[in-house]
């Protein structure tokens, strides 16, 4: 059974709020961190709630020391990853057990720059102050298939390349559920310094075009509101990245322990849900 008894979240966005829904269930003591004059979450009766300034690292030392946490988990974004070295420093401080950054994606082993860069050298910064750690690699988030693929303008697949690359897509509903199943179930012996990949369903984007019953229509860049981002992730795909195995050191596909979906087994007799369920096709 997990040592850890009590947890931090920082975030309360898409994936952050099911984390805390689950791990509510589980009735763990548990606080969110939220900036302040972010906009107010609904988190249930038995979670508290903290105001605190992210890049403060003294206030956040002190919110952790006073409730006792073992786990900080974050689930900032893009734009929010900037402020995970502050939140490390002060739960190094707090003596907190374990931090999960905000992975929960394509693996970012390997990477310093470009979309993802930001995540691999915090994982870099993790290893250097000998903060232990649990890395979450997911593959693409499959409620955001239609995101990704700019659906909603033309009603086709745009696909950056061939699109024939295996992509790992999970669900952010078996995300959240895993991680609060992992941390309340597992031994710290399993879960510190480690790198879990799981993996909802495996397909390519042609593959995800046949289920919607619609073209694929091959695009240098994919434009609009975040279409630098969206064709920076399918530049990725197009490599291989968006398998949760991919070994971004030796650019290939892992197998054994290190295979996409192969944390899967941590979380016995669930069912993980396919691009069909999740997206109603």
Known sequence: MSAYESFAIVGAGTLGILI???LAA??????VLSRPGSATKTVPPSVKTVLVDYDDAAAVTAVLEENKIDVVISTVAYEGLASQNSLVDAAKLAGVKLFVPSEFGFPTDGLTEGVLGAKGRFAAYLK????????IFTGAWTDWIPWLVDYANGGKVKVIGKGEAQVSFTSIADMAGFVAYVLTNLPPSELEDR???IEGQRAS???????????VVRVDSIGGDMGQIKT???GLVEAGRGSSGWDGV??????GNNAAGSANALWPGHHWESIKEVLNL
């Open 232 to 234: 920076a992730l399918q």
């Open 128 to 135: 250097s102050i000998n903060m232990p750690s649990t890395r």
């Open 26 to 31: 589980k009735s763990v003591s548990l606080v």
């Open 195 to 197: 790198v879990l990949r």
């Open 20 to 22: 805390i829904e689950a």
């Open 205 to 215: 984007l042609r593959d995800v075009a046949e289920q919607f019953k619609t073209e």
């Open 250 to 255: 030796k650019n290939a596909e892992s197998t």
